[in-house]
């Protein structure tokens, strides 16, 4: 997708979950980012980096429509900064799991609870819940554990049940703002195996980090941010973005495209 008209006025592709374009973020006078343009096709994995205060985390909440853009806009599956249904934002968020640097688990339950508590009820019995529950946990290796309170687990096993309790309710998007950052470097490494395993069942995946170790090894694509603004994208690396270019070549002879959502005009604000 090319970004070289003001903003985007042309057809999004149905495979974008995520579309930043033109995005400027201010906090009062500050400028957080500046000019940010990207998109992120189904069931990619991506790495957002950069150092401490480039505007990682100010990205992710772009996503969850925590905070909406100064200027430029931003699409997270279908829904559109610019003109928003603000009742719509409870059903975008449940479409989004959320993982934390500090896993934010409650001390006072057991893991299974963590897990359990975090499913959205309406519509699945109860024999469902549970076995969201232990699937999950038997995903991310605690189902032994089941029993235990937070402080009584390592620190990657409270980011494990966290990442369990952000998959419960099967959100499109994974996202997770330093993931490690409180973990030595092979929890670390762990934690993005398993981010990677979650991605590969088919779940779209952002984490953030600014550990220079992760970027190195990681060999899927990497978003490189500093000061506000995208430095560096290797978009090309993923199979997802390979496949996303084949099929633009392959439509682009024949007009208009048939599967293209229109984007909102009139959201200019110069
Ligand atoms: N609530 C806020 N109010 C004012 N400035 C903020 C706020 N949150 C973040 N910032 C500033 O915006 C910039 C980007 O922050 P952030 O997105 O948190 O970066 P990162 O996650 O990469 O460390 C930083 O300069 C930070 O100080
Ligand atoms: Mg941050």
Redesign the pocket.
Known sequence: MKFDSKINKGPLDLRTVIGFFHTH?L??D?A??TDVSFTVANGEFVCLT????????????LITMDLLPTEGQVIVRGMVSTNMNRRRIPLLRREIGYVFQDFRLLEDRDVYQNVQFAQVVVGISSKQMKNNVMRLLTQVGLWDKRHRLPHQLSGGEQQRVAIARAMVNSPKILLA??PTGNLDPVVAQEIIDLLFRINTGGTCVVF?T?DHEIVKNFGQRVIV?EN?RITSDEEHKTAASTAHRLADRMYRPSAPQPAAVRVQEGSERA
């Open positions: 973020l906090y009062r500050h957080a980012l950069g150092p401490s205060g480039a505007g990682k985390s100010s990205i992710l909440r703002d330093e953030s600014h941010i506000g």
